[in-house]
């Protein structure tokens, strides 16, 4: 195997070996209090920034609170005129029962904090100027919000890791906790391979999958930081033309270009992926192109680019090249600067059909959160928006639904929408615009078949009398219910 373990014998094995014995051997007598133990591999990682606004206690141990740049340059606030808060803390454990978390800071006030997404489920929850307290009660990503979007503090709060690597295994590509350097930033995962990170893993590296039955999982970190847009950079994981592979747990900080493309692959799930991105422009959080069957499940995305972008980007001959099956839930999405969803704009593809968005948390986004724009012909189709939770701060534009033809398609024509659904979707907060467009291209490229069923703007119902609604010419079917 090329890559074997990618760890150093002697630093890493033997501690993770002996943590796994201590930690069985004694939790079978009850004194585990806790699954969370930062202290057994914390000096590995002393190069790695800290936060200097939160300390953070889960059970009583204290965590380890990294640090997620955004806006680096050349896209400083002060250039850009876009202001994202300044870099955030994150924090990640597990749990196999109820835990108390406490807070500290010394730079925000934490007596008007408010947790994201509303329907987060803590009790006992106590407040004052520095410190904060509650008990999570089940595995829950948790957004602590001092002072709104400026460095907030993200809770991921996992549970247990029943993974225990088998370091004799030739199809594993372990990496254990400490900083990893891998020549050429480059892991490849090949077909029936695992890659684990273990908790306390920092691996400064891009990983490639090409091949069938891959998985990669652990609570590590693949980190993104040292990459430099436009002039090296590495998608953190990228995903082609494999077949059933499994992506859960592990955090994606920092990436520069696309952080997650799955491009001509097929039955993909992630699962409690938590990407902590800003950094960088054109850092789209998972990016399924020209792919079927991929479900995306309890995630938590930050992005600076587009959440989610559904794309034809390659046209392959003898291959299956339509975006179909596509399934987004359960998740908590923040785009600063972008599209929640982008459905188009690459459209090298016959079709994009058959996706489902639902049970969602959007809560913070800038442009148009459903943009909807096809091209070069393709059949933008089937597609069902349901039970989303919109945080609202006075946005212009909510959903677009425009077939188009822009810079990024080759075949220089519109493409097509039709059978669109938005279901449950509600807007709250503050005051805005919230503009819902409709507009087809000419008699062949059309909007047609769409149908608004409880979607409410600050407690508005949207109808056809709703005021930012625009309907422009070739839209047809259009129903309010």
């Not at 002697?10 to 069985?24: A, Q």
């Not at 680096?72 to 029962?97: C, H, I, V």
């Not at 847009?229 to 592990?250: H, M």
């Not at 968005?357 to 959007?362: G, S």
Request: hydrophobic share 35%.
């Amino acid at each position: 195997m090329k890559y074997k373990y990618q760890i150093r014998i002697t630093e890493f094995v033997h501690p993770v070996l002996f943590s796994l014995f201590f930690v069985s051997f004694f939790g079978i007598l009850g004194c585990n209090s806790t699954l969370y133990n930062p202290e057994k591999y914390e000096h590995l990682i002393s190069d790695e920034p800290r936060s200097e606004d939160y300390e953070v206690w889960i059970n009583g141990t204290k965590a380890i609170v990294y640090v997620a740049r955004v806006q680096d340059a050349p896209w400083e606030k002060e250039r850009t005129r876009l202001d994202f808060g300044g870099n955030y803390s994150f924090t990640s454990f597990d749990m196999d029962k109820p835990v108390e978390v406490k807070i500290k800071s010394t730079n925000k006030t934490l007596d008007h904090t408010i947790l994201r997404p509303e329907r987060v489920n803590v009790k006992n929850l106590k407040k004052s100027s520095t410190e904060l307290s509650f008990i999570i009660e089940k595995p829950s990503q948790i957004i602590v919000e001092p002072d709104g979007k400026n460095g907030p503090l993200l809770l991921f709060a996992n549970s247990k890791d029943d993974f225990v690597p088998d370091l004799n295994d030739p199809n594993l590509i372990y990496f254990g906790p400490g900083i990893h350097h891998p020549d050429t930033a480059l892991i490849k995962v090949g077909s029936n391979q695992t890659l684990y990170l273990a908790e306390g893993a920092i691996l400064k590296a891009g990983v490639r999958v090409q091949g069938d039955n891959v998985t990669i999982c652990g609570r590590g970190i693949i980190c993104g930081n040292e990459f430099v847009w436009g002039k090296f950079s590495r998608n953190l994981i990228l995903i082609e033309k494999s077949n059933n592979v499994v992506v859960k747990d592990v955090i994606l900080r920092g990436g520069a270009s696309w952080t997650m493309p799955v491009r001509h692959s097929r039955n993909v799930v992630v699962d409690n992926v938590k990407i902590v991105g800003g950094r960088a422009q054109n850092d789209d959080g998972i990016n399924p192109c020209n792919s079927q069957d991929v479900l995306i499940k309890n995630c938590f995305i930050r992005t600076d680019d587009d959440c989610i972008a559904a794309k034809g980007t390659t046209y392959l001959p003898d291959t299956e090249n339509n975006v179909e099956r596509i399934t987004v839930e359960n998740s908590i999405l923040w785009c600063d600067r972008a599209r929640i969803f982008l459905l188009g704009h690459e459209s090298r593809a016959e079709y994009m059909r058959d996706m489902v968005f639902r049970n969602l948390d959007i809560v913070h986004f800038s442009m148009t959160a459903f943009l909807l724009e096809p091209g070069e012909d393709m059949r933008l189709e089937n597609i069902v928006f349901d039970n989303i939770r919109i945080y609202g701060e006075g946005q212009a534009e909510l959903i677009r639904l425009k077939p188009v033809v822009n810079q990024y398609m080759r075949k220089k024509v519109p493409g097509y929408i039709n059978n669109i659904t938005f279901k449950n979707i509600s807007v709250t907060d503050k005051e805005g615009p919230y503009k819902i467009q409709l507009i087809g291209a000419d008699k062949q490229y059309t909007v047609s078949n769409v149908v608004f069923d409880g979607v409410s703007v600050l407690n508005q119902k949207v109808t056809k009398e709703y005021g930012s609604l625009e309907m422009g010419d070739f839209v047809s079917n259009v129903e309010f219910k």
